[in-house]
Nanobody, 125 residues
């Protein structure tokens, strides 16, 4: 049974930083791929960043250079370090995992991720 639990969200002023965590159980984060998505009220879900088992990482243009995805295999946890936060980064953030075959041509495509966490809220003011 795969479970993903996000944490680390909160309220922060514009220009500040946060680090989100996604702790996985029933799944090894070093396999397949795992990504971060976000959804603001009234908006569609947006892929933010993903990391594949070969170590390659991918980012949405809107966060490139500000967000960093990483994984800590010993803790079976994936992180999203967010810096220089902007008002438009306000959203519920979800991590999602695909333990199987991942397609690098669409690394931020939500449909290729099988398991989802419950989300953690990030509010930038």
């Amino acid at each position: 049974h795969v479970q993903l639990v996000e944490s680390g969200g909160g309220s922060v002023q514009a220009g500040g930083s946060l680090r989100l965590s996604c702790a996985a159980s029933g799944y090894t984060v070093s396999s397949g791929c795992i990504g971060w998505f976000r959804q603001a009220p009234g908006s569609e879900r947006e892929g933010v960043a993903s990391i594949f088992r070969d170590g390659d990482s991918y980012y949405a243009a809107s966060v490139e250079g500000r967000f960093t995805i990483s994984q800590e295999n010993a803790r079976n946890t994936v992180y999203l370090r967010m810096s220089d936060l902007k008002l438009e980064d306000t959203a519920m953030y979800y991590c999602a995992a695909n333990p199987g075959v991942c397609y690098s041509r669409a690394p931020l495509l939500a449909s290729q991720y099988t398991y989802w966490g419950q989300g953690t809220q990030v509010t930038v003011s």
